[in-house]
């Protein structure tokens, strides 16, 4: 998932310049693409600054996103972020946790599949609904980064 400040600009990027499909939106907020029958591989979010929210990790079944994130917490419980839940867009399970340079990553598992791209109507979801069917509501920080401002006001850029 990336923020970008010029959504339509790198929406087009990946959609007109290298072949991208959209899958699903958020209601004023973004896109799900995908490149491959995944339902998406990326989330384009509409965002003040650009910044790589989180990468992900797909494994084989619910069993082994928890076995994942229990190995992750295992004497770290400050990694947690967010899950076990279940996304709508995608359908996926998953559970965030904090690598141990401190981004964002998910351990993800049975995403739905687009084999056949013109039988599949992509949807508008509203609020919540673009982020999850169940589980714990995802927490202030997994919404907005909390480096977020450092990023606008280029803590983290060159010196």
Request: one cysteine or more; proline letters at 8%; a negative charge.
């Amino acid at each position: 998932m990336t923020g970008s400040p010029n959504y339509e600009a790198t929406l087009g990027f990946f959609i007109e310049g290298i072949g991208f499909k959209v899958s699903d939106s958020i209601k004023g907020a973004g896109s799900f693409i995908r490149c491959s029958t995944d339902h998406h591989n990326m989330l384009v979010l509409k965002s003040p600054v650009t910044y790589l929210h989180h990468s992900s990790w797909q494994v084989n079944d619910i069993d082994d996103v928890g076995r994942g994130a229990s190995s992750m917490l295992e004497g770290n419980p400050e990694r947690h972020v967010w899950g076990l839940g279940r996304h709508h867009a995608g359908s996926n399970f998953f559970w965030y946790l904090k690598d141990p340079a401190g981004n964002f990553s998910e351990y993800f598992a049975d995403m739905d599949c687009i084999p056949e791209d013109e039988i599949w109507e992509p949807e508008v979801f509203e609020g919540a609904q673009g982020l999850y069917n169940w589980g714990p509501p995802p927490p202030p920080s997994f919404l907005k980064p909390e480096d977020l401002a450092a990023l606008m006001t280029g803590v983290h850029g060159p010196k």
